[in-house]
């Protein structure tokens, strides 16, 4: 349940957050990436999905004193427009350029905020990567920042 919990918060500050970042989209207007769980739906899994950051769980720790860690993935996915070539070099550059923004904005709006919820707190390192980049297609680009979230054991009674 707290790795739920955890992943609402994370994709309601992505939301919040995220809301005026403005994006290349394939075939529409530039605007903020959708933020999505675990996966891209099924309507999405084309280049229509692009951007999009995509909260993903990847593991979880409990305590003998109950405090959790989970570690979570934010996927992000994002788009170069061509610039009327053929070649595509120069929408793999912006595709470059903007994963490399968007990366880095999360990152910066993470370590300043490091608490969500007043209760799940972020814990170091943070790492961010870009998955198999030899496979990256000219104009969609995908980097992945590594979460770890530290949450307090829930307050239990004990009766007698």
């Keep these: 349940m707290t790795a739920l919990l955890i992943q609402d918060a994370i994709i309601a500050f992505l939301r919040a957050n995220l809301a005026g970042l403005t ?5 529409r207007t530039p605007g903020p990436p959708g933020i999505f769980r675990g996966a891209l739906p099924p309507a999405e899994r084309d280049e229509q999905a692009f951007p999009f950051v995509i909260v993903r769980w990847l593991e979880g720790e409990d305590s003998e004193t109950g405090d959790s860690l989970e570690t979570f993935a934010l996927v992000i996915g994002v788009y170069g427009v061509e610039d009327g070539g053929n ?3 120069h929408a793999a550059a912006v595709a470059e350029q903007w994963t490399l923004v968007a990366a880095t904005r999360l990152r910066r709006l993470l370590t300043e905020t490091r608490v969500l919820d007043g209760r799940y707190e972020l814990q170091w390192p943070l790492r961010s990567m870009k998955p198999a980049p030899e496979k990256q297609q000219n104009r969609f680009h995908l ?4 979460t770890t979230w530290s949450a307090p054991a829930p307050a239990q009674t004990l009766e007698a």
């Design 23 to 27: 994006l290349e989209r394939p075939g």
């Design 143 to 146: 980097a992945t920042i590594t």
């Design 87 to 89: 070649d595509g070099e």
